[in-house]
């Protein structure tokens, strides 16, 4: 039997209260390990909840460093850190916030020469990032990893989460099943035309963050062929069916992607 | 056949900021071209140039993605929602 400290008692009463959760829920938590690709809109408030929740490892990975233009939606940072590595700022608020969770930090671009190597120690996987070449690329790396993917995107006042559960290829559909290739250049607002309210980025991380402790618990459903879909204006949220697809080039039949994939960046632009 | 088409916000520049618009059509393949003569533009967004569905654009029929169903071509009834879901990529 785990043996939680005090302070441990204390911190996750509300958590050990639920018979979802309880002492072995708690103790599964501290003992799992999520990895947040990007520590952004969606990454500031996953890593938070994570945190708190007492996840017990956290790995975070984002190259770019804490702008004043990030902080009208990314909580994790603050005024003190622009200028200072996203990884590092998400460090320091997590540790203050809860000394329970050993966080690893990786200051780097993900790439498909590192992202096997970053990916294999962990149990899931969240996808936070801003471009569809690296969302490809997160993707194939789990699918053949077998790691459970919890994917969110947004933009404006739009947000789209779904979870792919790669520990069960058989029966759930990738994201490719959802979109086969990335839009091509001009298709898609461009960087420059995008804009995201700050909140919306707060509801979807949440949402990740839900999802993966779901996952780590065993408890619940998860959004797995199923995409959520949220409108803020009209506070809509909507759940679609997303099905296997027999001709998926990742997980079909067919398959013609047997190795990682990275495409060329559409947009470099950084928010 | 009034059927109700979602519009995602990235699209609603066309619809003049509407999230929500009717159109009356038989099949989807149709309710592209309404959108198209109301909303010019509209249908470039949804279809390649063979006319098929472009691969980072879901349209869903109720809750179906309409890839399993009969496609582009697949027939619609009065009340039915079609829910245009394009691949978004920001986490910023």
Redesign the interface.
């Known amino acids: 039997m785990f043996k939680f400290t005090e302070e441990q008692i204390k911190r996750y009463a509300r958590h050990i209260i639920l018979p979802e959760v309880g002492g072995k829920g708690q103790e599964k938590l501290l003992n799992s390990k999520v990895l947040v690709i990007g520590a952004g809109g969606l990454g500031s408030p996953a890593i938070l909840y994570l945190a708190a929740a007492g996840v017990g490892t956290i790995g975070i990975v984002d190259f770019d460093v804490v702008d004043f233009s990030n902080l009208q939606r990314q909580v994790i940072h603050n005024t003190e850190r622009v200028g200072t590595p996203k990884v590092e700022s998400a460090k320091k608020t997590v540790e203050m916030l809860n000394p329970d969770v050993k966080v690893i930090t990786y200051n780097t671009r993900i790439s498909k020469e590192n992202i096997m190597d970053i990916i294999k120690d962990y149990d899931v996987v969240l996808d936070g990032t801003d471009n569809f070449p690296t969302r490809f690329l997160i993707n194939d790396a789990c699918y053949f990893a077998g790691k459970p993917l919890v994917s969110a995107a947004m933009l404006r006042f739009e947000g789209q989460v779904s979870v792919f559960d790669y520990r069960n290829k058989e029966n759930s559909p990738c994201y490719r099943c959802l979109f086969p290739e990335p839009p091509p250049p001009g298709l898609v607002p461009s960087c420059q035309e995008a804009g995201i309210l700050g909140s919306i980025g707060g509801i979807m991380g949440c949402i990740q963050a839900t999802e993966a402790i779901k996952l780590i618990l065993g408890i619940g459903e998860p959004l797995v062929g199923k995409l959520l879909i949220m409108d803020a204006l009209s506070m809509d949220f909507r759940k679609v069916k997303l099905r296997k697809d027999p001709s998926c080039p990742l997980c079909g039949e067919k398959a013609v992607i047997k190795e990682l994939i990275e495409y060329e960046q559409v947009c470099d632009v950084h928010f | 056949m009034a059927v109700i088409v979602?519009v995602?916000?990235?699209l609603r520049r066309l619809t003049n900021g509407q999230?929500e618009v009717q159109v009356e059509a038989l099949t989807i393949r149709e309710a592209v071209e309404k959108l198209e003569s109301l909303y010019p533009g509209f249908k470039e967004?949804l279809l390649d140039e063979n006319g098929e569905l472009?691969?980072?654009v879901?349209i869903?029929l109720n809750?179906?993605?309409i890839?399993?169903l009969k496609g582009i071509d697949t027939e619609l009834k009065d009340g039915d929602v079609l829910?245009i879901?394009?691949?978004?990529?920001?986490?910023?």
């Open positions: 979602r995602p916000t990235p999230g967004r472009r691969k980072f879901n869903y809750d179906e993605d890839r399993f829910s879901v394009p691949a978004i990529a920001g986490g910023f």
